[in-house]
């Protein structure tokens, strides 16, 4: 949601409870990323950097600060918002932040589902069904464990 231009550049968004949770977590996941996919040490210049410098542009991306927007202006960009996918948008109008263009692109590019989620749910629609109600929540438990296994691993 931080990094979604819809709420990104939505001043009554940066007021809400929420807002400061989700922006915590956000500190913490650059902290993680520029340790991990940057490669930074944690103890290390590069690292603080990095981390200083995307919180200066978030601050500048959110506060509408930028005065660097490349092939669109600052009104477009801010038109585009909600017109076009997040990931689309970053890949064109996140160049005024390069840092913040580059974590937004990859959080954005995940594709979530809840296949797995369904998948344990049907197996415990399976195991768990009228003539086996009696079944206690350990014995459920391994008993899914074990059918979920068999049909996943193969032979």
């Known amino acids: 949601m931080l990094l979604h231009p819809s709420y990104l550049f939505d001043p009554e968004r940066h007021e809400a409870y929420e807002w400061n949770y989700i922006h915590m977590d956000f500190q913490q996941y650059i902290k993680l990323y520029g340790e991990g996919i940057m490669g930074y040490d944690p103890k290390g210049d590069q690292h603080k950097e990095w981390v200083e410098k995307c919180n200066e542009e978030l601050e500048s991306i959110a506060y509408q600060n930028a ?29 005024a932040a390069p840092k913040l263009q580059l974590v937004a692109m990859d959080i954005l590019g995940l594709t979530t589902v809840a296949s797995a989620c369904e998948r344990g749910w049907s197996s415990y629609g399976f195991i768990h069904s009228k003539l086996r109600n009696r079944l206690s929540v350990v014995r459920q438990h391994k008993l899914v464990y074990v059918h979920h296994n068999l049909t996943e691993c193969p032979r």
């Not at 669109?72 to 109008?93: F, G």
Request: hydrophobic letters at 30%.
């Open 67 to 95: 005065n660097d927007w490349p092939l669109l202006t600052k009104e477009k960009a801010l038109s585009e918002r909600t017109k076009q996918n997040p990931l689309s948008w970053w890949s064109i109008c996140g160049k």
